[in-house]
């Protein structure tokens, strides 16, 4: 069954580290999204793109991060330059429009 | 703000046992999602409700929506260890690019 990836599983990064967090959605999924979750807290939303462009952010997705899709598979979040808060897993998602589709996430730690 | 509630927080049953969680939004909902994560994990779709009145099942873990309520149950019929975990719900409330998560429940299912 095909399945939402992302690497890396872990990634530890000093403060002020630019970071590139990959996904590879669902191949015929079309609606791309990033979440985060700080531990112990909710998951959020930070941001959905479609048609090679963002369709929605929320107000954590500020000047220091971006999303792109760079080829026909990869889609990644960066974070210009880390701050400690934001020390969270990240989940990317993808859908054909409905169901969302979760990968492992990629836990971040800033140190 | 909480667009999602979510009771009850979290939840210690017996194995064999039957168990609620409810999900309520403060506004109208468009779709409501149940997904289900182990701690430190991705989020696994469980189920999509999008009608009222409707209701789902997958294998012993049934969900209803009450649209004039703005309320979502999911229902475990004799809980095993295997359903322990968190459960969330979460919904396109405002705009279909955007994605609301309750806060989750945490379920322990004591052997």
């Known amino acids: 069954e095909p399945e939402v990836t992302q690497t890396p599983s872990h990634q530890v990064t000093q403060m002020g580290q630019e970071v590139i967090l990959r996904c590879v959605p669902i191949?015929?999924?079309?609606?791309f999204y990033w979440y985060r979750q700080i531990l112990g807290q909710k998951v959020e939303f930070l941001v959905s793109f479609y048609n090679n462009e963002i369709s929605e952010k929320s107000e954590i997705f500020d000047d220091q991060f971006s999303v792109e899709r760079p080829d026909g598979s990869n889609f990644t979040l960066k974070i210009r330059s880390t701050k400690l808060e934001d020390s969270a897993m990240y989940f990317c998602?993808?859908?054909?429009?409905?169901?969302?589709?979760f990968g492992p996430g990629t836990r971040l730690l800033v140190l | 703000s909480q667009e999602l509630e979510q009771s009850p927080q979290s939840l210690i049953v017996q194995e064999g046992k039957n168990l609620t969680i409810n999900c309520t939004s403060s506004?109208?909902?468009?779709?409501l999602y149940w997904y289900k994560q182990k701690y430190g994990e991705g989020l696994i779709f469980l189920m999509m409700?999008?009608?009222?009145?409707e209701e789902k099942s997958h294998e012993k873990i049934t969900a209803k929506l009450d649209e004039k309520k703005q309320q979502s149950s999911l229902h475990i019929t004799a809980s095993q260890p295997s359903h322990a975990g968190i459960y969330l719900c979460g919904a396109d409330i405002n705009n279909f690019n955007k994605f609301y998560f309750g806060s989750g429940t945490k379920l322990n299912v004591k052997p």
């Open positions: 506004k109208t909902l468009y779709g």
């Open positions: 191949s015929n999924h079309l609606y």
């Open positions: 409700l999008q009608k009222g009145g």
């Open positions: 998602a993808s859908s054909q429009g409905e169901t969302q589709y």
